[in-house]
């Protein structure tokens, strides 16, 4: 089955700084690939996703990158802000054939330091 | 539309006690995904439902079950329960269509086993 890998677990970045995530997958048949953002005692939010027909999807502030070829996935927050600070989860699906199991990775802790 | 809704939000139980869970998804989304929650494993995928019939199944026991009804509520059910059960417990609801994957959270139901 699918295995995500998460990095770094816990990340500290200075307010206005950026702040990357990094993660890789297994099954190369994966084909979407969403980060989901937790704040303490909230539901996980989806924040950004990416299909693998695409290498590069951004959103104001937030950027996600794909490399198929090595099989890993970034997520890239830009001017961070105090608000930023939260756990941050990347995920996969693999192809359709297997329903709509999401595979997360282990999680990543970002403090945004005012 | 209203978000994905659970209940109870809480719960307490006892040992070797069952317990059921409840999921309203997104209205229009036909498939409901359950996972759970806990510092040590991160989220762990359950099981998936789809028109009511089960499509995945993650490597958890048979004490835990689900089922969806043909309004695509759907409940979860936990069966002799144990102390590493206590968990937050989280359903999310997608389209699940022929090119949608996006799952949203419920805000979860956090369950204590004593």
């Known amino acids: 089955g699918e295995n995500v890998e998460q990095h770094p677990s816990t990340l500290s970045v200075q307010e206005g700084d950026s702040a990357v995530i990094k993660c890789t997958y297994s099954?190369?048949?994966?084909?979407?690939f969403p980060w989901y953002k937790q704040e303490l005692g909230k539901r996980p939010q989806l924040i950004i996703d990416?299909?693998?027909?695409?290498g590069e999807k951004k959103d104001q502030r937030i950027a996600v990158t794909l490399n198929k070829t090595a099989k890993h996935f970034s997520l890239h927050i830009t001017e961070t802000q105090p608000e930023d600070s939260a756990v941050y989860f990347c995920?996969?699906?693999?192809?359709?054939?297997?329903?709509?199991?999401?595979?997360f990775g282990t999680g990543t802790r970002l403090a945004v330091r005012p | 539309k209203a978000g994905v809704t659970q209940t109870p939000r809480y719960l307490i139980k006892t040992r070797g006690q069952q317990v059921t869970l409840s999921c309203s998804p997104i209205s229009g989304h036909r498939s409901v995904s359950w996972y759970q929650q806990t510092p040590g494993q991160g989220l762990q995928f359950l099981f998936e439902y789809f028109s009511e019939t089960q499509r995945n199944k993650g490597n958890f026991p048979g004490r835990f079950s689900g089922r969806q009804f043909s309004n695509s509520r759907s409940e979860m059910n936990v069966s002799t329960l144990e102390l590493g059960d206590s968990a937050l417990y989280l359903c999310?609801?997608?389209?699940?269509?022929?090119?949608?994957?996006?799952?949203?959270f419920g805000p979860g139901t956090r369950l204590t086993v004593t």
């Open positions: 999310a609801s997608s389209l699940s269509g022929t090119d949608t994957y996006e799952q949203y």
């Open positions: 990416i299909r693998s027909n695409v």
């Open positions: 995920a996969a699906i693999p192809s359709r054939s297997s329903g709509d199991k999401l595979t």
């Open positions: 099954d190369s048949a994966s084909n979407y």
